[in-house]
């Protein structure tokens, strides 16, 4: 028997409504413009209670996407391939368009990214090798490559930027 304990049903939910709070209201207004006190309102909690969970709006933020990022990275997991892992990533992009469009080009850019690709870098070992300048590098340039997609309107389409990231992350 060990000492650990179940979560707390109470806990659980009260953090998915901050988590749903803050993803709909980033797509609503842009995570700049987003603040605790609307986050609190959104999920009809007091900001007392987000501050019980949640250090700062960026730590919501981070623990809201590790469970968005949980679902798409089983799913990229369980591709048979490196294309197909590439398309389902760029149809999940393009379906959270405007989630992504703002997480990848506002204040939370930074942090967010390199969460991402941390992720996406312990899918797909392939395209990166960790900790040196090329795939620093490479990241970089997704990163890049994605935040151009999101917020140009670009007709590129998931196949065709599927097929970019797996030609520049592939040596």
Do not use: C
Not at 59 to 71: Q, R
Not at 127 to 134: F, I, Q
């Amino acid at each position: 028997m060990t000492d650990e304990k179940k979560p707390d049903r109470r806990v659980i939910r009260t953090r998915r409504m901050l988590h749903r709070a803050l993803l709909d209201l980033i797509a609503e207004r842009g995570y700049d413009a987003v603040s605790v006190a609307d986050i609190a309102e959104r999920a009809e909690l007091r900001r007392a209670t987000f501050y019980l969970h949640y250090q700062d709006k960026e730590a919501l933020l981070m623990a809201a996407l590790e469970n968005v990022f949980d679902g798409l990275f089983a799913q990229i997991a369980a591709a048979e391939s490196e294309p197909e892992a590439w398309r389902i990533l760029f149809a999940h992009l393009a379906a959270r368009r405007t989630l992504y469009r703002d997480l990848f080009t506002g204040q939370s850019a930074a942090a967010v990214a390199r969460r991402f690709f941390e992720r996406l870098d312990a899918r797909m070992p392939t395209a990166t090798t960790p900790n040196d300048a090329p795939s620093g590098a490479l990241m970089g340039a997704l990163i890049g490559m994605i935040g151009w997609w999101l917020e140009s309107g670009s007709p590129a389409t998931v196949e065709d930027m599927a097929a970019l990231a797996q030609r520049i992350t592939t040596r």
